[in-house]
């Protein structure tokens, strides 16, 4: 038995020691969001955070995150009356295409921005290079990244949540 602590949620499964997270999140938490892409950490559709760090659950042992925080992208607001800023820029800037990468780019995006509130082009290129997008919107995907890093900064708060 793992104990696994998701979206704030405890989930007793039960796992082979070596199974990805990604498979525990989608199959045994039921848990959607996150993709399944390459099964090898090179697309980034399956980036969640643990202990607030992205990583690519698809390459991630479930055993290997148990008693940590892990983040999905059901996680990142609070209901479903609420958006995190990231995922409010995701809306205005009409950023995804066939929109299945976007769970994983978002991750990444909130990712950087709690790191880094007012990054530079390169280093929302850098940021995001791990996350492949086969649409190829990496246009729009920066450009909401500016919009939720504006709106961090013009923010009276630090709350990230939008009602």
């Given at each position: 038995?793992?104990n696994?602590?998701?979206?704030?949620?405890?989930?007793?499964?039960?796992?082979?020691?070596?199974?990805?997270l990604?498979?525990?999140?989608?199959?045994?938490?039921?848990?959607?969001?996150?993709?399944?892409?390459?099964?090898?950490?090179?697309?980034?559709?399956?980036?969640?955070h643990?202990?607030?760090?992205?990583?690519?659950?698809?390459i991630?042992?479930?055993?290997?995150?148990?008693?940590?925080?892990i983040?999905?992208?059901?996680?990142?607001?609070?209901?479903?009356?609420?958006l995190?800023?990231?995922?409010r820029?995701?809306?205005?800037e009409?950023?995804?295409?066939c929109g299945?990468?976007?769970?994983?780019?978002?991750?990444?995006?909130?990712?950087?921005?709690?790191?880094?509130?007012?990054?530079?082009?390169?280093?929302i290129?850098?940021?995001?290079?791990?996350?492949i997008?086969?649409?190829g919107?990496y246009?729009?995907?920066k450009?909401?990244?500016?919009?939720?890093?504006?709106?961090?900064?013009?923010?009276?708060?630090?709350?990230?949540?939008?009602?």
């Amino acid at each position: 038995m793992i104990n696994l602590t998701i979206n704030g949620k405890n989930y007793p499964v039960e796992a082979p020691p070596g199974m990805p997270l990604l498979w525990v999140i989608r199959e045994q938490c039921e848990l959607t969001g996150t993709k399944y892409g390459c099964g090898i950490a090179q697309c980034g559709a399956c980036t969640v955070h643990v202990d607030g760090q992205p990583i690519r659950s698809c390459i991630t042992p479930a055993s290997s995150v148990e008693g940590k925080n892990i983040t999905t992208i059901e996680g990142l607001a609070p209901n479903e009356n609420t958006l995190h800023i990231v995922q409010r820029a995701w809306i205005d800037e009409q950023t995804p295409q066939c929109g299945y990468c976007q769970s994983g780019q978002i991750m990444s995006a909130v990712a950087l921005l709690t790191e880094n509130p007012s990054p530079s082009d390169e280093e929302i290129e850098q940021a995001m290079s791990g996350n492949i997008c086969r649409c190829g919107m990496y246009g729009r995907i920066k450009s909401a990244i500016k919009r939720a890093s504006e709106a961090l900064q013009n923010s009276s708060t630090t709350n990230p949540m939008i009602p």
